[in-house]
Nanobody
Framework: QVQLVESGGGLVQAGGSLRLSCTAS????????IAWFRQAPERQREFVAG????????RYVDSVKGRFTISRDNTKNTVDLQMDSLKPEDTAVYYC?????????????????WGQGTQVTVSS
């Protein structure tokens, strides 16, 4: 059982930056496709960004392209989401998720392991 833990959320003004990290104790994240999802109040959970297994390609939802960057740090065993130029509409609980699939799905039903989430609030 892979237990994912997110960190790095908080409150930031519009235009600011935050860096989220996802890690798993006792398991390497390298064999897993890792994705970040987010869920705002009264909205469905949506895919934000993902990275394929073993340092493969990345994928982003259109609304964050050019502002968010997902990356692996294998020395720290983390997958980070650097979020720049934040907007109030980025406010949500952010979750990291892991899957052993070769593909990089945008569907939350495809992911087997989830963290508890971290709150990101962007004030206007």
């Amino acid at each position: 059982q892979v237990q994912l833990v997110e960190s790095g959320g908080g409150l930031v003004q519009a235009g600011g930056s935050l860096r989220l990290s996802c890690t798993a104790s006792g398991h390497s994240l390298s064999p897993y496709a890792i994705a970040w999802f987010r869920q705002a109040p009264e909205r469905q959970r949506e895919f934000v960004a993902g990275v394929r297994r073993f340092g493969g390609g990345t994928r982003y939802v259109d609304s964050v392209k050019g502002r968010f960057t997902i990356s692996r740090d294998n020395t720290k065993n983390t997958v980070d989401l650097q979020m720049d130029s934040l907007k109030p509409e980025d406010t949500a609980v952010y979750y990291c998720a892991a899957d052993l699939s070769l593909s990089l799905s945008t569907s939350d039903s495809e992911y087997d392991y989830w963290g508890q989430g971290t709150q990101v609030t962007v004030s206007s």
